[in-house]
């Protein structure tokens, strides 16, 4: 059973049985062979009308199901009691590299579902940075921005366990999703000027879990506002400047085509 509702974003959003997470509307149909679309916000398809699934599904001919969810990291993919149950009922999945500072570690821990929000600190960090108030930090991008302010040797500690602990996390998910793996290595190109990720992962991280997976597919697109697609996207004038920093639906499309390829030679 499933139930809608709609984002500031003006998308719909769903629930399915087992699971906590929202994400993309309208449900998918499970009754018959599918291709899992398992991810983030790129997946989701924020303030586009056709995310890349439903433009996968167009062309594949095939159903392709959004489990997109906003927010999201790997814990939550991992640790939701019914994604795993979802996807494993597909016949394909497409994974979208999961954003490498949402996620639990040895230095902070993040929350169960929204993986973008602080929680705490551990005594580990609290140790590493005995200067530094965390009460007023409740975003693991402005914790990251605030470790990395002092530029000493201290944050490549911090940078070091962060893609260790995504490796092991991201391959044990990997290593329990049944059908075959489909790899998204999504690279969003920013505005200038605008903020960056201080890490993401990189060809090292990436030929590590690739053994795991089919295929990996690697694709670069850039956000609406470097684009010509901010006039498509489906945003209010109070959502404007969050769009601008969302993919298109160029971008969507884009993905599709590399995607439809290597599920073509899978099928």
């Known amino acids: 059973m499933s139930f809608h509702q ?17 994400f993309r509307g ?8 599918f291709v899992a679309c398992l991810g983030g916000e790129e997946t989701f398809g924020r303030f586009v009308d056709c995310p890349f699934p439903a433009v996968l599904e167009t062309r594949l001919g095939k159903p392709c199901v959004n489990f997109g ?7 939550a993919l991992s640790t939701d009691p019914g994604v795993l149950k979802l996807v494993n009922q597909s016949g394909l ?16 821990r993040v929350h169960p579902r929204r993986n973008d929000r602080f929680l705490e600190p551990t005594s580990d960090l609290l140790e590493l940075y005995p200067d530094v108030d965390f009460t007023e930090i409740h975003f693991v991008r402005h914790l990251l ?7 000493d040797a201290r944050f490549e500690v911090v940078v070091q366990e962060l893609r260790e602990a995504w490796i092991r996390t991201t391959g044990e998910l990997i290593g329990r999703i049944e059908p075959s793996v489909v790899l998204l290595w999504l690279h969003v ?18 030929q590590q879990l690739q053994p795991l997976c089919a295929d990996v597919v690697e694709v670069s697109v850039p956000v609406s506002a470097r684009s010509d697609a901010l006039e ?14 969302m993919i298109g639906p160029s971008a969507h499309r884009e993905i599709a085509e590399k995607l439809l390829v290597a599920l073509r030679d899978l099928n």
């Open 6 to 22: 709609t984002n500031s974003g003006g998308e719909s959003a769903c629930q399915y049985a087992d699971s906590k997470l929202w």
């Open 26 to 33: 309208p449900p998918g149909a499970l009754d018959k062979p």
């Open 69 to 75: 969810s906003l927010f999201c990291g790997v814990e």
């Open 93 to 108: 999945c497409v994974l979208q590299v999961p954003d490498l500072l949402r996620q639990s570690n040895r230095f902070y």
């Open 145 to 151: 921005e605030r470790l990395s302010a002092p530029k």
């Open 189 to 206: 190109q920013r505005q200038a000027g605008s903020h960056i990720d201080p890490i993401v992962p990189d060809a090292a991280m990436i």
């Open 232 to 245: 498509d996207v489906l945003s209010g004038t109070l959502q404007q400047p969050i769009a601008e920093h």
